[in-house]
C-alpha cells in the first residue's frame, strides 16, 4: 500500500453562507504504526495552525462585510477597535 489521504477539514456555516476549509494529509501506510503516527501527528502540528489562519482571516472578511452593511459604528465601538489589544486607562476627571 502506498499513501492513504487523509484529510483535515473545518465547516463554517452561517444562514447566508458556507465555507469548507480543507488539507489533505498523506499519510504511508507503508510505515511500521509507530513511524505512520509520528509522521501524521507532525502533518497536524503543520497544519492546524495553517488552518486557524486561514479561518481567522475568512471570519474578519465576514466581520468587516457585516460592519458595512450594518452601515457606520458608533464611536464607542470605533475607540474599542483602534484601541484593541491595548490597555486603555481612562480619565474620570
Do not use: C, W
Not at 29 to 57: G, M, R, W, Y
Amino acid at each position: 500500500m502506498a499513501n492513504t489521504p487523509l484529510n483535515l477539514k473545518a465547516v463554517y456555516t452561517a444562514p447566508d453562507t458556507s465555507k469548507t476549509f480543507t488539507h489533505v494529509i498523506s499519510v504511508d501506510s507503508s510505515k511500521d504504526s509507530f513511524a505512520a503516527k509520528q509522521s501524521h501527528l507532525t502533518a497536524l502540528q503543520t497544519l492546524v495552525p495553517q488552518l486557524q489562519e486561514e479561518i481567522n482571516v475568512f471570519l474578519t472578511e465576514r466581520m468587516e462585510e457585516d460592519k458595512k452593511a450594518q452601515g457606520a459604528i458608533s464611536e464607542k465601538e470605533a475607540r474599542e477597535e483602534e484601541n484593541y489589544g491595548e490597555e486603555v486607562v481612562e480619565d474620570d476627571a
